[in-house]
């Protein structure tokens, strides 16, 4: 009976487009903000998707480029009050790899070339006092290997520095590294031995807040999927593995795209979108709960992408011409209070070539409860378009989950009027509200008017973000919002 509940409820939501209904909402604070894109950055692949953190109770701290590879560490209180500015020393062609905070400190990571050696720093900051500590060299690698890379937790007490060891084919064999605590101070020193598998083409690397640390692997030229856990002080590994591509009712099969989350309850999920070899077109989602403690895991059960369900979706876009689902992206995977485990996937591309625009679409969610039980699915609508130099920087979307709500901020020009928009999802049962117009007189005049990388959420309807409106539509400015 309640498959048969949730298949109704999928084609409702699928089949009903709500208009754009008027919010009533009020700017609390309003200050100029002076904001310099960096002009190398890769738009399409975000190294740095948020670059302002909440911290403490009504304050936030945002990352701040002044031009020429100068950056600031900027703090906030609710009011738009600046209380410190940190500077970061970074030398020519220095890049941000990381912007975090703990309880105590931000920390910046830089990634530069030196001659042959690639070098990551840190650099700490006082959250209190503004006061940059001495940085600290995290890692040093040779040059012409894959670029090294850094992991936080998410209390902000455990970084962990590490590099790839790769063959000829630049295919992973082993990775090192080593593991810090807050203050920087180094812990121990680690090594991955990843030889016993083939065809390693994608690592992500997580660390728990009791230092433990997740390798997550694609092997097997993009069939296998592997979560290997290390433990400080420990000896031990601990492997789970599945074999997620393959032949599949006569169809060959392999993993298109994979997203890993380590949640706040200490457990790890991933899901997976696979595609048929021979069209390339989507096959399935598979979602998947680590439990280490226990040595098991739990398997949610496989979501189809039928041709009933791509029709359905691609009739909801009149310009889309399709008849099978192109570029969808997982983009997050969220655990409500309930343990209830949310993907989030979403169309995302550009139309290529130099100067193209690029556009993000539809969002596609699923919803799994505690025993990765599938639990329903639902399509939400949205059309985004932005010039090649902003990218992704003002479209897509922002999210915010608040008990069993979860709140979704985009950029969007609904029923003739250019403005951020809000819809509220109710995680218990996919509904969604209409999407709520904030009322910003937010110009369209295809010029920069809103910067989503800034956005903060102080609470499910207190808001506060980088955009032209009001007025002063002629620049940008830092700007705190309240919903009613």
Not at 37 to 49: G, S, W
Not at 115 to 141: C, F, M, Y
Not at 231 to 237: A, L, M, N, Q, T
Request: contains cysteine; hydrophobic residues 35%.
């Amino acid at each position: 009976m309640k498959k048969q509940f949730t298949l109704s409820l999928i084609l409702l939501c699928l089949l009903c487009l709500p208009q754009a209904i008027l919010a009533q909402s009020r700017i609390r604070a309003v200050v100029d903000f002076n904001y310099q894109p960096n002009p190398e950055a890769d738009h399409y692949n975000q190294r740095l998707p948020h670059k302002s953190i909440p911290v403490g109770q009504n304050e936030f701290i945002l990352l701040n480029r002044q031009g020429d590879g100068k950056y600031t560490v900027e703090k906030y209180n609710a009011d738009l009050k600046k209380l410190w500015a940190a500077e970061i020393p970074m030398a020519a062609g220095e890049e941000v790899d990381k912007f975090t905070a703990g309880q105590e400190a931000a920390l910046v990571v830089t990634h530069r070339q030196n001659g042959q050696n690639q070098l990551l720093h840190a650099h700490r900051i006082n959250l209190k006092t503004g006061k940059a500590e001495q940085p600290v060299q995290l890692l040093e690698a040779p040059a012409k290997g894959r670029r090294a890379g850094v992991a936080v937790s998410a209390d902000g007490t455990q970084v962990l520095a590490y590099r790839f060891h790769t063959d000829n084919s630049f295919q992973i064999q082993s990775i090192s590294g080593t593991l810090y605590n807050g203050s920087l101070q180094k812990q121990q020193d680690v090594k991955y031995d990843l030889s016993d598998l083939r065809g390693i083409l994608t690592a992500d690397i997580q660390v728990g807040n009791g230092g433990e640390q997740y390798v997550n692997l694609i092997s097997d030229q993009m069939n296998r999927l592997s979560v290997r856990q290390y433990k400080p002080g420990s000896r031990e590994v601990r492997v789970m593995s599945v074999l997620v591509g393959g032949v599949f009712g006569g169809q060959k099969v392999y993993i298109r795209d994979t997203r890993f989350e380590l949640m706040p309850n200490g457990q790890m999920y991933g899901a997976v979108l696979t595609a048929n070899e021979k069209s390339g077109g989507y096959y399935s989602l598979k979602a998947v709960q680590y439990d280490f403690e226990n040595e098991d895991m739990r398997f949610a059960e496989e979501y189809m992408f039928t041709p009933e369900y791509v029709q359905k979706v691609n009739a909801l876009d009149k310009t889309n011409k399709s008849n099978t689902l192109q570029d969808i992206y997982l983009t997050d995977l969220i655990l409500t209070p309930e343990r209830q485990l949310l993907i989030l996937a979403e169309k995302k591309y550009t139309e290529g070539g130099e100067g193209a625009p690029y556009f993000a679409k539809e969002l596609h969610l699923f919803a799994y409860d505690e025993y990765m039980t599938f639990d329903w699915n639902s399509v939400l609508m949205k059309q985004q378009q932005a010039p090649a130099s902003e990218g992704f920087t003002s479209i897509s979307y922002s999210s915010y989950l608040s008990g069993n709500t979860l709140s979704l901020l985009t950029l969007e020009e609904l029923d003739g009027k250019y403005d951020l928009y809000l819809r509220q999802l109710n995680t218990n049962n996919g509904s969604a509200t209409a999407p709520q117009g904030l009322r910003l007189n937010i110009p369209n005049d295809k010029k920069l008017a809103y910067v989503k990388d800034y956005t903060t959420w102080l609470a499910g309807k207190d808001i506060v973000t980088v955009l032209r409106g009001g007025k002063k539509a002629d620049k940008l400015q830092l700007t705190r919002i309240e919903i009613r």
